[in-house]
């Protein structure tokens, strides 16, 4: 509890993360419930990372612009060091990793998996806290961070997590993402409406 009363959560900081061109990022993963019980998990395949706007240096930890990747931190940093690509889809990931490692599958086959398996477990752990109301649904954010073993480890879930258009990457993904959250919505209706019917 802080000083106003209000519950935090610690965790610790993850002192080896996997940087690329000496950055550290996180990677931003929507995730849809459409029920909670029985749990109706909807992992959207394409992912955003977020990059730190300076190189990420342990010593250093007071600096914002080094250890945390948030967009709303880094960007106007970034205008200053702008060679650099603050936002990455998820496969442009997925080939560099096929190229640091010599597997060109380890994205798809690996990492992704264990970045699921991560969510599920954190909705499982919830499941039986979370009022349960029939035909609504929510969209949250997950934002996950690889240690340089690749292993992820969740820095935190955000309920109702910005689409707003803020690089062209994230701009082209949030508007694939609303239509495709609104086709499983329709899809999901039309099934319960052919239940009714019978």
């Excluded at 300076?54 to 880094?74: G, K, M, Q, T, Y």
Aim: charged content about 30%.
């Amino acid at each position: 509890m802080d000083s106003k009363g209000t519950a935090r959560v610690l965790q610790k900081y993850v002192e080896r993360p996997f940087l690329i061109a000496s950055r550290k990022f996180d990677i931003r993963c929507w995730v849809l419930v459409t029920d909670w019980n029985p749990l109706s998990i909807w992992f959207y395949q394409d992912c955003i990372l977020r990059f730190c706007s300076e190189p990420w240096n342990l010593s250093d930890v007071a600096n914002r612009f080094a250890h945390l990747s948030n967009v709303s931190v880094n960007k106007v940093n970034f205008r200053e060091h702008d060679s650099f690509q603050q936002v990455w889809a998820s496969w442009t990931l997925a080939d560099h990793l096929a190229k640091e490692t010599g597997r060109p599958d380890i994205w798809e086959k690996e990492v992704l998996p264990a970045i699921k398996h991560l969510v599920v477990a954190s909705l499982r752990s919830a499941q039986n806290e979370i009022r349960n109301r029939k035909g609504s649904f929510e969209l949250y954010g997950f934002d996950v961070l690889l240690d340089e073993s690749l292993h992820p480890w969740l820095l935190e879930i955000n309920l109702s997590p910005d689409l707003r258009h803020t690089t062209a990457v994230k701009a082209s993904m949030s508007k694939a993402l609303v239509e495709d959250m609104l086709a499983v919505r329709r899809r999901r209706r039309r099934r319960r409406r052919r239940r009714r019917r019978y």
